[in-house]
């Protein structure tokens, strides 16, 4: 899949010490990388809608995560996928009476032009799920092959006898590891976040589908064994994880409403057909970000899209300083407020950087650093150079060179471009 241009990052003197991030999962601070190179794997959008504010805050999160890293001397290895097949995006064009291919290439487009936009770095690799489908076969029939997914009769398949295949979770002794939820609380999230509990013929209500059998009116791949038909949305990032990283990845990401059922599910299907005790070493969960006081979702309408506001004349810049002076780890509420804030925060940095000189930058520059090494910290780095762009504003400062050097610095580790 063809991801986006990269944006030019500068490179600044000095480094970021050692990066750590609160797993999600244990809540401890670990390395995001435990020598050298660390492996990184984000869930992508399923390109049925624009990219609203909370896919921006994920994906400016794994930028920043990616960046720091880097400026720390890491070589990361960074992965995305893209769902472009799903129930969901079906849902959509038929709705809207368009082609789904049609649908998904548009907002693949204006999820491309956001992060551009906004600054993202593009992953290394960019997957699509339908380019990948011929990776998922494999692992699927191993699944079978050692017992931990079995077949159920889809009578209503386009043909006779056909199948489609279950990830049966009781197999899985890890299973629950990575939400830690009690099975009460698994199933009511099941049904709302693309699992079928009631589903008849399964061992039990959350197995998860690995295979569909071709319905009349669906798209269709070549499953080999497994007869014609489509993915799964989870097995789709587990094979691409393994494929493209190898297990275990050092940080699984996305936003925190995936944690259940798509990042364990993913982490069990993983673990069984790759045989390996882990999926992934950590995992980094962006907060929801909601408006009038409720979670942003598809279901609510109540969705602030990028492009849109991009159309309607606000600097990108405004936007990513905005998102940035959120902690990630936090549900917030978006507000007009913030973006009035992120656009006033980026016109004082760009008054404070015209000037002929100003005070020392080093200090700065490291506390940057160490913010966002500490568990991505944005709002203490958005801090930091805050009280930099007030001193040079009142007393000035005759360190010539400051003002570049903490553009510069901005721009590679922050992303923000001043
Ligand atoms: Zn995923």
Not at 175 to 199: I, K, Q, Y
Not at 272 to 293: E, I, T
Not at 303 to 310: A, D, N, P, Q, Y
Not at 364 to 381: C, G, H, K
């Amino acid at each position: 899949m063809k991801s986006w241009p990269a944006p030019f990052v500068p490179i600044v003197p000095g480094r970021s010490p050692q990066v750590r991030v609160r797993d999600t999962v244990s809540g401890e601070l670990v390395p995001a990388a435990l020598g050298d190179s660390a492996s990184v794997y984000v869930c992508g959008i399923t390109p049925y809608d624009a990219t609203h504010l909370g896919h921006a805050a994920t994906y400016v999160t794994f930028d920043l995560l990616v960046r720091v890293l880097r400026d720390s001397g890491v070589k990361v290895s960074y992965v995305q996928n893209i769902t472009d097949i799903d129930d969901p995006l079906l849902e959509r064009a038929e709705r809207d009476g368009i082609d789904w291919q049609q649908l998904a290439t548009r907002e693949i487009g204006l999820f491309r032009e956001d992060m551009t936009a906004l600054g993202v770095l593009p992953p290394d690799e960019y997957l699509g799920a339908v380019e990948s489908i011929p990776t998922f076969i494999a692992p699927i029939e191993k699944l079978l092959a050692i017992g931990d997914a079995y077949l159920v009769p889809a009578p209503d398949a386009s043909r006779p006898q056909a199948h489609d295949v279950y990830f049966d979770v009781s197999r899985d002794p890890k299973f629950g590891s990575v939400s830690r939820l009690e099975e009460a609380d698994m199933l009511a999230v099941f049904a709302e976040r693309g699992g079928d509990p009631d589903r008849p013929g399964k061992r039990n209500r959350l197995d998860a589908l690995l295979w569909r059998a071709h319905r009349a009116g669906e798209p269709e791949w070549d499953g080999g064994p497994l007869g014609p038909g489509r993915p799964g949305w989870h097995i789709e990032c587990a094979c691409i994880a393994c494929s493209h990283l190898g297990v275990p990845i050092d940080i699984q990401g996305g936003g925190n409403d995936l944690i259940f059922p798509h990042h364990e599910m993913s982490a069990a299907h993983a673990r069984s057909f790759s045989g390996q005790p882990s999926f992934a070493r950590a995992y980094v969960h962006q907060g929801m970000v909601g408006l009038d006081g409720e979670k942003m979702s598809k279901s609510k309408g109540n969705l602030v899209f990028v492009s849109e506001l991009r159309r309607a004349g606000v600097d990108p810049m405004a936007i990513r300083v905005a998102l940035l002076a959120h902690h990630h780890a936090q549900d917030w509420i978006w507000e007009e407020a913030d973006l009035r804030a992120g656009q006033a925060r980026l016109d004082t940095w760009r008054q404070a950087v015209s000037g002929n000189g100003g005070p020392p930058a080093e200090a700065t520059i490291a506390e940057v650093r160490a913010a966002l090494a500490d568990d991505l910290d944005s709002p203490r780095a958005l801090a930091a150079v805050d009280a930099w762009a007030a001193e040079a504003l009142s007393s000035g400062g005759d360190d010539l060179g400051a003002p570049g050097v903490l553009a510069r610095a901005l721009d590679s580790v922050l992303g923000v471009r001043l």
